[in-house]
C-alpha cells in the first residue's frame, strides 16, 4: 500500500484509527459519567 | 443596623429562585442567607497613546475582600438600603489600596486586549464605596448540604 | 525588492487600516477596543496563543525533519495526532474542577495555590520564561527565512528586519491584533497548507512519492530513520511519540485551557472534535516535507518546503499572500508569546519578590527590557548558530514539558504529592532535558531526551514528596473533590459563572462562620 514497505505500513497507518477509537472510548465512557451523576442527582 | 450604598438588585428573591428554576426545574431552592459584599467603583479618563490616540471614560470594580478587579460597561445604580452587621462581610481593602488595585488592573486589562506595552494615562474621575446583594440558596438535599451564591444584580451563580 | 515584498507590505498596511478603521468607525467600539468585556483575561489570551503558537514549527520545523529523515519524521507526527486526546482525558475533568477549588486564574499562580508554596511560583516562572523566549527564537528563525522567501534579502538582514518588526511591534503596540487575532491567522495557515497539500498531492501520488524514495534511498521508508540512523532505538522513537502525545499536559499556556472550560461536560465533545481535527491535519505538512525530497532535489535549505513549494503550485501572487499570511502569523505567535514572558517577569516575578510597590511605568519598563534582551539573544543566536526550527521547538516544548507534566498531574491525582515533590520535579526533569540535550546524550544512551527527562522529573516528584510539607487538609480535600463527581445537577453545572469564584469563596468562609456562631449559642 502507497508502496511503503509493510513494516512501515503496519508500523504507522493503524495510529490515527487507533486514536480514534481511543478518543470514542473515552467520548463514551465521559458520556456514561455525566449520565450517572445525573442520575445520581435525580435520587 | 445602618444605612449604606447598596447597588440596586436586578433580581428579588423570589426572581432568584423562578431563574433558578428555569434552569433547573427539578430542584426546589430556597434562600438561607442575603449577605452584602462590599466593593469599590472607580472611574477613569483614560487617555491612550500611540498611533491611535483616543479619550475615554471607563471604569472597574474592585472586590473589597481580595482586590480583584472587573470592568464594567456603565456606573451602577445605587440605594441607601438599612444593612444588618450579620449579613454583611467586612472590607479588608481601603479606598488607598483598593485605587492602587484599580489602576493596575486598568493598565492590565489595556495591554492585554491592546497587546501593546505602552501605558495609558489614567486619570481618576470618581470613586465610590457600596455593597452588592447576594444570596445564598440551599437546594434543600439534606444529606450533601449543597450551597449556591448568587448575584443579585446578574444573576450568576457559585456553587459554595 | 521584489515585487511579493511589496505584497507582504502591502498585507501588513492593509491589516493596520482596518485596524484602525474598525477602532474609529464601529460603533461603541471605543470602550470595548480599549478593555474588552469583563471575560477578557488571562485565559482567553491563553487559547488565542496556543490556536497559532505552533505556526513556525508547522511550516518549517515538521517538514524539514521528513524531508531530513524520511518517514521516521512521522513518529513525532503520530504522538502529536493523539496529544489533545490524552490530554483532555487524563487532565480535563479533575483540572476543571481543581482550578475551580483553588480559585486560580493562571497556571503559574494554579501552581503556588495547589502545592502551597511561593518557591514553587519562582521556579515555574523563571522556567517559564526562559523557555517561552525559546520557543520564540524558532519563530524568529522562521520569520527571517519567510521573510527571505518574499524579499530574496540575504537571511540575516532578513531576521533582523523580521524581529525588528516583531519587537517594534510588540514593544509599541499591536495594532494589527484588534481585528486580525492569533486565531484567524490559525486558520488561514491550515487552509494554506491543505491548499498547496492539494496541489502537491494532485501533481504527485503518496505511492509515486513513495516509489521515488525508494529508487533514492530505501531506508526514507524504514521507520528508523534515514540511513537507519535510529535501527533499535526504542527509547529515542518512545520519547518521539510522547513529546507531543503527553507533553501537552506540561506547557503552562495549554494547560490554562482546562481552567477556563465552561463545564466538566465540555470535555467529552472536546476530546472527539481536537481527535478528528487532528487525524486530518497533523500529517500534512510532514508529508509535504516527504514530497519535498522528490519534488525539490536541489532544495538547500530543507526549512523552505512550504515556500518553495508555494511558489511551485501557486501563482506569484497567490505565493506572496501565503507567505505573508505566514509572516503576520509568526509576528503574532511571537508578539503573544513575547508579551507572556515580559508579564510574567514583571508581575509573577518583580513585583511580587523584589519590589511589590512597583509603579506600573516601572512594570511595563522591565517587561521591555525583556521582550528587548529576548530579541537581542535571539538575532545573536539565530544569525551565529542558527539551530534549526525543529531542534528548537523540541528543545523548548520538551523542556516545557518535562518541568511542569509531573507537578501538574499529580496536582489531581495524589493528595501526597507536595511542594518539595514539585520543586523536585520540575528542576530535576528542566536539567536533565537541558544537560541530555546539550551534552548528545541521546545517542550514546538510546534515550529521548524528552523520555529521560520525564523519567527524572516522575522519579524527582517522588522522591521529593518524602521531604515536603504535608498538603494542608484544605487541599487534600479539594483532590479529593476533583476526583469524583461534581456536585451540581447538569443544567446548573454548565451556567456556574466562574468570575465569581473569589467572591463565592469568601462568602462560603462567612456564612460557615456565622453558621458556626449560631450555632455556638443554642
Known sequence: MFELPSVTFWTFIPWPFLWLGLATVMYLKFKREDENEEDMDEI | MRLAKVQKESYDEKEVLLHLKEIEENIDFKVIHKIYYPYFHFEFNVLTKGLMKKKITSGCVIDGVNGRG??????????????????????????????????????????????????????????????????????????????????????????? | MKLDGVIFLVYLLVLLGIGLWFSRNASKSSEHYLLGNRSIGPAVTAMTMQSSSMSGYMFMGGPALAFQQGWYALWYALGDAGGAIINLSVLGKRMRRMSEALSALSPIEYLEKRYESPAVRVIGSVISIIFILAYVFAQFIASGKALTALTGWPYEAALLVGVGVIITYTVAGGYLAVVYTDFIQGIIMVLGVTGIAIMAFSHISLGEVNAQLASIDPTYLSIWGKDLAYYGQWGVVIGAILIYSVGYMGLPHIVVRHMSMKSTKTVKGAIMWAATWNQLFIFIPYLLGLAGIVLLPNLADPEMIIPELAYQFFPGIFAAILLSAIMAAIMSTSDSLLMQAGTILSRDIYQRFIDKRATERRMVWISRICVFAGGVIGCIVAIYQPPSVFTLVIFSFGVLGNSF???????????????????FAMIGGATTNILWTTLELENPTGLHPFLAGLIISFIGMWIGNYFGRTPSPQIQEAVQNAKTRKKLSNPLEKKISQDMASESKVISDFVRKKMYINEGDV
Open chain 3, 405 to 423: 507534566l509531573v507537578p501538574y498531574v499529580a496536582s489531581v491525582y495524589s493528595t501526597k504529592a507536595n511542594n518539595m515533590g514539585a520543586i
Open chain 2, 70 to 160: 472587573a470592568l464594567i460597561d456603565c456606573e451602577p445604580g445605587f440605594n441607601q438600603t438599612p444593612i444588618e452587621a450579620d449579613q454583611t462581610i467586612m472590607e479588608e481593602l481601603t479606598y488607598g489600596n483598593a485605587g492602587e488595585e484599580a489602576k493596575q488592573f486598568m493598565y492590565r486589562s489595556a495591554s492585554i486586549k491592546l497587546k501593546s506595552m505602552s501605558v495609558p494615562v489614567l486619570a481618576l474621575k470618581k470613586k465610590t464605596f457600596f455593597y452588592r446583594p447576594f444570596y445564598v440558596v440551599d437546594d434543600g438535599d439534606k444529606r450533601s448540604n449543597h450551597l449556591l451564591t448568587i448575584d443579585s444584580i446578574t444573576g450568576n451563580f457559585h456553587p459554595i
